[in-house]
């Protein structure tokens, strides 16, 4: 009989001299060596520790079966390397940004929890599933990344190349690290906060994905290159914009990338931060083009032009979904427009309320009479200035609105001129568009299943700004592509009318000191001095407009040119 069963019959027949038996008789032998504790990091699993002798007064308990290793299930035991890559997993650099904290993060659990050998290492050298993953981090350029980015000098280049256990354990930290990092910067995080770093404007993020999920598909993959080329965007544009910038490429080591080449890159990158989902019908406004398409599954239904924001009131770059079209609607004056162009008008006799069919509110709606009021002593922001549906409304016919910080929306127009000229900067940031009750249309319909017929009744005579909720997913994108690939694979070439291009390029070449971010278009305004705004004359027309524009001029074009009107 064995000296544990004896412990155990004496335990049981005799409890009060248990405290007689010392642990090491207690635990069976081990048929496993096992590694010593201090080996291991504070974050890994911890080992099993040895019985403590009980107390007096008290029963010992016989160790389970399980724990002690009786049963032959357990676990195979940590080789060296991976005790190392443990131990050098606590000493990473700190201080690092968010996203690359979260990939240590990441790899210390996985690398605790895996039991036997590492991932990619072996005593003798590197696994041939290593030599995948090596070959595409190598293959990075092909993509618009940078191989260089990807460190790898600890790795040897064969499966046999005899290293020590530190060795392969360097070697082992830099494939997982390199390959995490790929798939951050696969995702376009090489600029984590395009709106911070480059232009308050380009609402855009990089598309994250949890490291922990891409470790478990290249732990569980034979092919963790593939697994590596699947989190590039799977957009076809990118696709046709990849293949073109490979060709690009130079031929020549170390040389650099010619201005095409770094056009095409750029514009990848920001296909980068597009959701993968675009949506089954979706409405994608290319700013640098000046064009609006309509996709329903994935196929354009209707193209028209475009206006968007002047190059001091830019068009924000970002994606939302359609909360509403509103049908015959009004505009409510901004504050801005209210305090500091129609208070000096309606001091001096309201011309800009009479000329615009502008009316006065209460802040809860009812209608008053703008002539009744002393306007020198009256605060006007105590109330709302509005311009109700018609013929010289600045919202035109219909407007289409998907909140965002930046409210920008789009809408009808009455300045039909503006889609004649070739560069449409001549808003003050919302898109206006043309032929838009077509767009309503093709979206009632998809979205209500209304007909042509009741639109346009309810265009007619249907009721003042009435709101018609979007109940389906129709996401509005808003993009700043300066390339853009036809079917026939040639590229047509916008102008960088932002300087987006420029900022992105940039950063992707380290120049980050050189990037001009321009005004803060959500910083605070400042506050308003009310006790000027009486000797402040209404502005006249902006005679920067065209000639035609000037003669039919609309509260638009006059108060939205002279003043920066947000539409």
């Given at each position: 009989?064995?000296?544990?069963?004896?412990?155990?019959?004496?335990?049981?027949?005799?409890?009060?001299?248990?405290?007689?038996?010392?642990?090491?008789?207690?635990?069976?032998?081990?048929?496993?060596?096992?590694p010593a504790a201090t080996t291991q990091p504070a974050t890994a699993a911890q080992p099993e520790t040895t019985a403590q002798p009980a107390t007096?007064?008290?029963?010992?308990?016989?160790?389970?079966?399980?724990?002690?290793?009786?049963?032959?299930?357990?676990?195979?035991?940590?080789?060296?390397?991976?005790?190392?890559?443990?131990?050098?997993?606590?000493?990473?650099?700190?201080?690092?940004?968010?996203?690359?904290?979260?990939?240590?993060?990441?790899?210390?659990?996985?690398?605790?929890?895996?039991?036997?050998?590492?991932?990619?290492?072996?005593?003798?050298?590197?696994?041939?599933?290593?030599?995948?993953?090596?070959?595409e981090l190598k293959n990075a350029d092909a993509y618009g990344l940078a191989a260089k980015d990807f460190q790898l000098s600890d790795v040897p280049?064969?499966?046999?190349?005899?290293?020590?256990?530190?060795?392969?354990?360097?070697?082992?930290?830099?494939?997982?690290?390199?390959?995490?990092?790929?798939?951050?910067?696969?995702?376009?995080?090489?600029?984590?906060?395009?709106?911070?770093?480059?232009?308050?404007?380009?609402?855009?993020?990089?598309?994250w994905v949890d490291p922990k999920l891409v470790l478990e598909q290249l732990a569980t993959s034979t092919a963790p290159d593939a697994v590596l080329?699947?989190?590039?965007?799977?957009?076809?544009?990118?696709?046709?914009?990849?293949?073109?910038?490979?060709?690009?490429?130079?031929?020549?080591?170390?040389?650099?990338?010619?201005?095409?080449?770094?056009?095409?890159?750029?514009?990848?990158?920001?296909?980068?931060?597009?959701?993968?989902?675009?949506?089954?019908?979706?409405?994608?406004?290319?700013?640098?083009?000046?064009?609006?398409?309509?996709?329903?599954?994935?196929?354009?239904?209707?193209?028209?032009?475009?206006?968007?924001?002047?190059?001091?009131?830019?068009?924000?770059?970002?994606?939302?979904?359609?909360?509403?079209?509103?049908?015959?609607?009004?505009?409510?004056?901004?504050?801005?427009?209210?305090?500091?162009?129609?208070?000096?008008?309606?001091?001096?006799?309201?011309?800009?309320?009479?000329?615009?069919?502008?009316?006065?509110?209460?802040?809860?709606?009812?209608?008053?009479?703008?002539?009744?009021?002393?306007?020198?002593?009256?605060?006007?922001?105590?109330?709302?200035?509005?311009?109700?549906?018609?013929?010289?409304?600045?919202?035109?016919?219909?407007?289409?609105?998907?909140?965002?910080?930046?409210?920008?929306?789009?809408?009808?127009?009455?300045?039909?001129?503006?889609?004649?000229?070739?560069?449409?900067?001549?808003?003050?940031?919302?898109?206006?568009?043309?032929?838009?009750?077509?767009?309503?249309?093709?979206?009632?319909?998809?979205?209500?299943?209304?007909?042509?017929?009741?639109?346009?009744?309810?265009?007619?005579?249907?009721?003042?700004?009435?709101?018609?909720?979007?109940?389906?997913?129709?996401?509005?994108?808003?993009?700043?592509?300066?390339?853009?690939?036809?079917?026939?694979?040639?590229?047509?070439?916008?102008?960088?009318?932002?300087?987006?291009?420029?900022?992105?390029?940039?950063?992707?070449?380290?120049?980050?000191?050189?990037?001009?971010?321009?005004?803060?278009?959500?910083?605070?305004?400042?506050?308003?001095?009310?006790?000027?705004?009486?000797?402040?004359?209404?502005?006249?027309?902006?005679?920067?407009?065209?000639?035609?524009?000037?003669?039919?001029?609309?509260?638009?074009?006059?108060?939205?040119?002279?003043?920066?009107?947000?539409?």
């Amino acid at each position: 009989m064995t000296t544990w069963r004896i412990v155990l019959i004496l335990t049981a027949a005799l409890p009060a001299l248990s405290f007689a038996v010392h642990a090491d008789e207690a635990v069976p032998p081990q048929t496993t060596a096992q590694p010593a504790a201090t080996t291991q990091p504070a974050t890994a699993a911890q080992p099993e520790t040895t019985a403590q002798p009980a107390t007096t007064g008290q029963q010992a308990v016989p160790p389970s079966p399980m724990t002690t290793g009786a049963i032959t299930t357990e676990q195979p035991a940590p080789s060296a390397v991976l005790i190392e890559v443990r131990s050098k997993l606590t000493a990473l650099p700190t201080g690092l940004h968010e996203k690359e904290l979260a990939d240590q993060t990441a790899l210390t659990d996985f690398y605790a929890a895996r039991d036997g050998k590492p991932l990619w290492t072996t005593d003798t050298g590197i696994t041939a599933k290593a030599l995948l993953l090596v070959s595409e981090l190598k293959n990075a350029d092909a993509y618009g990344l940078a191989a260089k980015d990807f460190q790898l000098s600890d790795v040897p280049e064969s499966e046999t190349a005899a290293q020590t256990t530190e060795a392969a354990a360097n070697a082992e930290l830099q494939l997982s690290l390199a390959a995490l990092k790929y798939v951050r910067f696969a995702r376009g995080g090489r600029i984590t906060d395009p709106a911070d770093q480059l232009n308050s404007n380009l609402d855009r993020r990089p598309q994250w994905v949890d490291p922990k999920l891409v470790l478990e598909q290249l732990a569980t993959s034979t092919a963790p290159d593939a697994v590596l080329r699947g989190y590039q965007p799977k957009h076809p544009q990118f696709e046709k914009l990849r293949e073109l910038y490979v060709k690009a490429l130079p031929t020549k080591p170390n040389a650099p990338l010619s201005a095409s080449a770094k056009r095409l890159r750029a514009n990848m990158e920001m296909w980068r931060w597009m959701n993968e989902d675009m949506g089954a019908m979706y409405v994608l406004n290319n700013i640098p083009e000046f064009m609006q398409y309509v996709y329903k599954d994935g196929k354009i239904i209707r193209s028209e032009r475009i206006v968007a924001g002047m190059i001091d009131k830019q068009s924000s770059i970002f994606s939302r979904p359609l909360k509403y079209v509103v049908l015959r609607p009004q505009w409510r004056v901004p504050e801005s427009i209210k305090v500091n162009e129609i208070w000096p008008s309606l001091i001096r006799g309201g011309g800009y309320m009479r000329q615009y069919a502008l009316e006065l509110e209460s802040k809860d709606g009812k209608r008053l009479d703008w002539r009744k009021f002393d306007w020198v002593k009256t605060d006007i922001r105590n109330y709302e200035v509005v311009q109700p549906s018609g013929p010289k409304s600045v919202l035109g016919k219909v407007k289409f609105t998907f909140p965002s910080q930046h409210t920008i929306f789009m809408h009808d127009t009455p300045d039909k001129w503006m889609f004649r000229s070739a560069q449409r900067t001549l808003s003050h940031g919302c898109l206006r568009v043309q032929k838009p009750m077509e767009l309503a249309e093709l979206i009632l319909m998809e979205d209500k299943g209304w007909d042509k017929a009741k639109v346009a009744e309810l265009n007619r005579s249907g009721p003042l700004n009435n709101e018609v909720v979007i109940d389906k997913v129709i996401p509005i994108h808003l993009v700043y592509f300066t390339v853009w690939v036809g079917d026939d694979d040639r590229q047509k070439i916008f102008g960088d009318i932002y300087g987006h291009e420029k900022r992105v390029t940039q950063a992707l070449d380290g120049d980050w000191d050189k990037i001009k971010k321009g005004r803060n278009h959500l910083a605070p305004v400042p506050p308003i001095n009310t006790s000027a705004v009486a000797a402040r004359a209404p502005a006249a027309v902006n005679r920067a407009l065209p000639r035609s524009a000037q003669k039919g001029a609309t509260m638009s074009d006059i108060l939205g040119s002279a003043f920066g009107l947000g539409n």
